[in-house]
């Protein structure tokens, strides 16, 4: 099929395509291109880490549900699919030529596609010292675990420092676990659980129905729930948070989700757009560069009440129009589109997990609603994280 399509190929008949990324948007881009595309097309993911771990699976680690081994899983399976794996660090990205040079030399591609995540805004990392943690990093998971676990009495925090986060449902799913696991222990009436956001409300892409069911469950299981307040200063020796409002809280644990910015690879590129996140095309994926796609958390897709939310289900929803697009342009058609459908769990423990489900780019306000929480759905989510990691890697 790739001989008819010599505008493509460097090497006529042979597409090299390389992804920046193997987390969820890579990983479902590279496996659904390998099942379509014979051995003749050349598929590489490029990715610093060594392993794949999936989000969902961190928060359960923490509570003491599922040890996070088994969510976890090496990137280097990738080759027994016939995928290559390069483990190193993207340094530089020149899409007009479609060239990315890394710490293992430099690579040239037919298609590109970026996949490259968010990082955290360094200097909420930088204020994350214990007892105050990074919620979001897997590297801190064993050890906000080790200092949950002997905490008797005293305050834990979950503190959302800033604007863009990814999953936005998380640092909630994080209280509610933690309050569960608690009270099984015994030592929830000796622990005050608090959650500081900088948003008005909970969920404010997910509408006001999902919003006001988070606060009232808060509410219902003593999480007390502090909107708009946005820290100016974590004080970690002094067990202290310093809000913009004024407002001090102690702490002696503090969980926190730092602001989300562009990978640095990115925001120095020619892909940057104002805020140094990749602007794509929302419906077809690609950047304002030929054959240069970027999907998932790295980039911004706006909608009616902001951006589609950071969350994996959509960087893998747009990893399958991608690939299906690259499939199609191999062999000369058009492929699909993105069309912002798309669902987040959001989990209550005890069990129970509800879906946030609809539209998300419909207009004048994503088209969205909160169905659950219920046992199904919990279960519904546990197969979602079983069947990724069983194909992909
Ligand atoms: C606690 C938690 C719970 C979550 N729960 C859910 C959930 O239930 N449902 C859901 O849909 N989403 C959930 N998410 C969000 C989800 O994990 C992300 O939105 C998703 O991983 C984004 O996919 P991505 O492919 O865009 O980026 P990622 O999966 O983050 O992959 C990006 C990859 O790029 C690599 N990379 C970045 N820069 C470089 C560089 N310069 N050089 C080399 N490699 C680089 C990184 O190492 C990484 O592996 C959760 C997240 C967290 C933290």
Redesign the pocket.
Known sequence: MGSRSPRWSTVPGVADILI???????LETSNRLRSALGDAHNITV????DR?TI??A??WHIAGLRSLDDSTRPLSALRERGIDYIE???DGIEPDTRTVRTSAGSHRADFLVI?????FFPAHVEELRPPAYN??DPGSVRDIRAALEPLDEGRIAVTIMGLPY??PP?PYEAAFLIDQYLREQGRRDRVELEVYTVQPSPLPVAGPEASRRVAETLGSRGIALYSEHEPARIDSEGHEIHFANGHRAGFDLLLGVPKHVA???VAESRLAGPKGWITTDPSTLLTEFERVYA????TSIPNAVGEIP????F?EAQGRVVADRIIADIGDGDGPTFDGLGY??LEFAGGEAAKIEGDFLAEPRPDVSLVGPNAAIFRD?ETFVSERLDAWL
């Open positions: 920046l990324g193997g987390g969820f948007g890579g490029i990715d610093r880490r794949f989000g969902a961190k928060l190193a660090d993207i996949a490259l995540g968010a990082s919620l979001y990814k999953c998380a990978p640095k690879v999907i998932g958390d790295c950071k969350a994996g289900v960087a987040c769990f989510k």
